[in-house]
């Protein structure tokens, strides 16, 4: 017989989004963990900051929130994919990753596309798998 199928969980996140269009915010299986495209919402407020270096910080949060409630941290993240509408906000967005991910050196891709949410600037997509990650020191 082949290996058994594991089970997949969901963590939700309250984002309206996740409601209107009927998706979770991470789906977890064994000990991969892939978060669905975040943008910088804070879910608790409704709310979204003006600049892009504010609203990468609240998406990373956001991601943050997921990963932990999958029981794995920022410091699993293996791999990136960001979308940022205008090609200017490109560096700052890349400087809050370096600051709070870089340290994971995960696999990126980044792409400079118009975004489903009006006002947003960056929206994020994160893999991480369980355990791989160490810490920042």
Do not use: W
């Amino acid at each position: 017989m082949g290996d058994a199928v594991s089970k997949r969980t969901h963590v939700f996140s309250g984002s309206i989004y996740e409601d209107m269009a009927g998706y979770a915010r991470a789906v977890v299986v064994d000990d991969r963990i892939f978060v669905s495209g975040t943008v910088g919402v804070d879910f608790t407020t409704g709310e979204m900051p003006d600049s892009a270096k504010a609203q990468t910080h609240q998406v990373l949060d956001t991601i943050e929130k997921a990963l932990k409630e999958a029981a794995s941290d920022l410091c699993d993240i293996v791999r990136l994919r960001v979308y940022v509408p205008d090609p200017e906000n490109v560096p700052v967005v890349s400087e809050v990753l370096k600051q709070r991910v870089g340290f994971t050196f995960p696999a990126n891709t980044t792409l400079c596309v118009p975004l489903a949410v009006p006002g947003a600037h960056v929206e994020i997509e994160a893999e991480a798998i369980r355990g791989s990650g160490t810490p920042p020191s």
